[in-house]
């Protein structure tokens, strides 16, 4: 029966290219923006892991308060133990603890007097420990414009930009002057070995990078960080894990009449992280949904038409006694067969699509202008096995409850009719 079909619509092409061209596009749009928004979230998500939030990140319940202040008086203190406490266990997981500063960076000249200066946001990393992967994490290497990477104490690297702005170059001295966890002055001098393109506009505009241990002596912070991130390997979050460690280290070590006592918190719960995946998972869902309903509504018409079309060919097969529920099955069925076909073909456009987007991305740089998002510039598809199966959801659903509906008109058919409706 399926190939006796399937040769009917091969022959009758009128009755299955409409119909194929409406849902391999509605197929095909339907990947793309699933895949897009999949990619929106995980790029998202990323970046803010690896530049800010890390998978799990430990505060204190201080700091954890008014983080986006960079509270640096209110920072974690006996780092070295809580890492090693914290690698021994949580071993399948990378720890590494920072510092956030902010602070004027000024280039002075020949004689000592401010040339050039400007604000800066500081991050603080190992950069000179040995098994560290803070580079790696961060890619710095491949984020290199000029210079090198720091390779002894005292060295930095600023973003390309910033650079450009002041006009300053590799191998200049440069000041920096913030203020340390007392409140008193922080002044203290680098050289400028790098310059940096992240590729995410706040980082370029006036990012600093420096060693770990030059910003705890700067900031008079010894044995001291403002946070301590962790990471899943290959940088993929692990939501119910997370959570997990989350919950287990807390209920443990968090004291609720300490402010000091460290906390655990996970990347959903930090810049609203949680509510932008929940809200794309709800995104996603209504862009199935809709274009079910388009594509039913457009299929509806399209198989009304082609019903009227046929209309005397459904009358022979009710002449000769097929009954009128065995044709309406084989319409369903020819449906299945077009929606199939045109699943098929809108999932392989919508695949290469997304792919495109996947390896090359679209350049958003004049959108995120000005935006204080850790979101890269470069914004990617991200195929998934759902992506090669999704769009069969609205391909098939839509081709059968449009069939569904404009089929009905078949039981409204009269024996009596179809004689005069013969003759003409």
Not at 72 to 99: F, M, Q
Not at 171 to 181: D, N, R, V
Request: proline share 3%; charged share 20%; aromatic share 8%.
């Amino acid at each position: 029966m399926t190939w006796f079909l399937l040769k009917g619509l091969l022959r009758d092409r009128h009755r299955s290219i409409l119909p194929v061209i409406v849902i391999a596009a509605g197929v095909a749009v339907t990947i793309l923006m699933y895949c897009y928004l999949l990619g929106f979230v995980d790029d998202t998500a990323r970046t803010s892991a690896k530049l800010d939030t890390g998978h799990v990140k430990m505060m204190t319940q201080a700091y954890a308060e008014i983080s986006d202040q960079i509270p640096n008086d209110l920072a974690l203190s006996g780092v070295n133990k809580l890492l090693s406490d914290l690698k021994a266990k949580y071993p399948n997981l990378d720890w590494a603890a920072r510092i956030k500063f902010g602070g004027l960076l000024d280039f002075p000249d020949e004689e000592g007097e401010t040339r050039a200066q400007g604000p800066v946001f500081g991050l603080a990393l190992d950069l000179l420990t040995q098994d560290s992967k803070e580079n790696e994490r961060l890619n710095l290497e491949g984020a290199l414009v000029q210079g090198r990477l720091p390779e002894s104490p005292g060295e930095i690297l600023v973003s390309e930009k910033f650079a450009q702005n002041l006009g300053v170059k590799i191998g200049e001295m440069a000041t920096l002057i913030s203020s340390t966890t007392t409140g008193s002055m922080a002044v203290q001098n680098f050289i400028l070995v790098g310059t940096l393109n992240f590729g995410i506009g706040p980082m370029d505009r006036n990012a600093m990078v420096a060693d770990m241990s030059d910003i705890q002596y700067a900031l008079d912070m010894e044995d001291g960080a403002g946070e301590i991130l962790g990471y899943f390997p290959n940088l993929v979050f692990n939501k119910e894990a997370a959570e997990e460690i989350a919950n287990e280290y807390n209920s443990v070590n968090k004291k609720t009449d300490d402010d000091f006592s460290p906390v655990m918190i996970t990347l959903r719960d930090q810049n609203g992280l949680g509510e932008l995946m929940d809200m794309i998972e709800i995104e996603a869902f209504i862009i199935v949904a809709g274009f079910i309903f388009v594509m039913s509504i457009v299929l509806w018409n399209t198989g009304l038409m082609s019903g009227l079309r046929r209309y005397g060919e459904v009358g022979v097969r009710l002449a000769f006694g097929e009954a009128k529920s065995h044709v309406y099955r084989s319409m369903i069925h020819e449906a299945i067969l077009i929606g199939l076909f045109g699943s098929v073909i809108g999932t392989v456009i919508g695949l290469a699509g997304a792919f495109y987007l996947q390896e090359h991305g679209l350049d958003f740089s004049g959108m995120t202008k000005g935006s204080t998002m850790l979101m890269s510039n470069i914004m990617r598809a991200k195929i998934t096995p759902a992506s090669y199966f999704i769009g069969f959801i609205p391909g098939l659903l839509a081709t059968v409850i449009g069939t569904l509906i404009s089929g009905i008109g078949i039981f409204r058919r009269q024996t009596s009719q179809l004689f005069k409706e013969l003759e003409t």
